[in-house]
């Protein structure tokens, strides 16, 4: 993995982004802002989930100012979402938000605009300017000949002037696409000429099984790369859903420390019903907050010799299993005792 690249670090509430913070995994609330409770029963879901920010958006001036009723009942920090109407970002700021995601060039002119800059100065909160290869302006449209990484990257150069010229600098950049080679060459030409922290994502990904291997491919290369302070997977579905998958791709980056699973695919060898016993394992490690590799496999002639890396394991037979702890077996139990024997030794493990 190539160093992170290091960038301006911006604090969102107690969440910093940017600089060497951990990178941060958000998601949006999909109820309607105008329900409060379901508002922070959704956030607090999220929150379970490891959800570190949230982001709202919203239809009137009634459901921003709902806001301040939201943020008393949960513990993470809010995102407001705000298109075209200032008006919005500056009700946004009196109610409490911590975070605003807007384009300065579209909430109407520079007098509007200096007045959510000098709000936000105020209250030191800082702005995402989220570019969209779905909302380009039609002279770069033009100019470009269609949406291009060249264009979305002078997209967000504009709106970056814009606060600038307003002395403003507590700025996070995104540069989504549902394309995943456009998002992609987008974010890291970006990467060559600012140093403002990066929001990752690949817009409109589509349902559990596109978004997961868009937001895969294309949040995960970037992070390859160094380059990415804070994620969003967007997975029409559950949202819980886009924590996992964040989570997953953390995780498998070594840019979190939490569980991981090993697990055998089956073959013609397995003689036990492993893929169950899989899921089991997997669903229980999401419980687990802290670094630690588990294998569940096939069976026990190849199992320990492939999970050796494994911090503990099972390998089913016929009838009978082992336990092993970096390849080495430690037991013989009986095939129906597999699963429970392992979460008592993963539970008895230090530091559980």
Not at 33 to 60: K, P, W
Not at 165 to 171: A, C, G, S, T, V
Not at 290 to 300: H, Q
């Amino acid at each position: 993995m190539t160093k992170r690249r290091q960038t301006k670090q911006v604090r969102v509430g107690d969440v910093l982004i940017g600089g060497d913070a951990p990178i941060s995994i958000q998601s949006m609330v999909k109820a309607d802002a105008h329900n409060v409770a379901a508002c922070v029963q959704q956030i607090l879901e999220l929150e379970e989930a490891g959800c570190d920010l949230v982001r709202l958006g919203f239809l009137d001036l009634e459901s921003v100012r709902n806001i301040s009723a939201i943020k008393k009942q949960i513990h993470i920090p809010l995102i407001a979402d705000i298109h075209f109407d200032y008006r919005f970002a500056l009700e946004a700021l009196d109610q409490g938000f911590d975070k605003l995601r807007l384009n300065p060039g579209n909430i109407g002119g520079r007098d509007k605009v200096a007045a959510v800059v000098a709000k936000a100065k105020e209250r030191q909160v800082p702005i995402r300017i989220g570019v969209n290869a779905g909302s380009l302006q039609k002279d770069l449209l033009k100019k470009y000949g269609g949406v291009t990484a060249q264009a979305l990257v002078k997209s967000a150069a504009q709106h970056i002037k814009i606060l600038e010229d307003l002395d403003y600098d507590q700025i996070v950049v995104s540069l989504k696409s549902s394309d995943v080679a456009l998002m992609t060459a987008a974010y890291r030409l970006f990467a060559q000429k600012f140093n403002y922290p990066l929001h990752l994502g690949v817009t409109e990904a589509g349902g559990p099984l596109s978004s997961t291997v868009k937001s895969s491919i294309g949040i995960g290369s970037l992070l390859l790369d160094g380059i990415g302070d804070t994620l969003r997977v967007s997975l029409t579905g559950d949202n819980i859903q886009e924590i996992k998958i964040g989570r997953e791709i953390l995780k498998h980056l070594h840019l979190r420390a939490e569980p991981i699973l090993i697990s055998c695919p089956t073959c013609s060898r397995t003689q036990w019903d492993l893929i169950p016993t899989a899921r089991r394992v997997e669903e229980y490690l999401q419980k687990i907050k802290r670094p630690l590799t588990v294998a569940v496999m096939g069976c026990a002639v190849n199992g320990p010799g492939e999970a050796a890396a494994a911090d503990i394991g099972i390998a089913g037979g016929n009838g009978m299993g082992i336990i092993f702890v970096h390849g080495q077996v430690v037991a013989t139990v009986p095939q129906a005792q597999l699963y429970d024997e392992l979460i008592k030794r993963i539970e008895a493990l230090p530091n559980n």
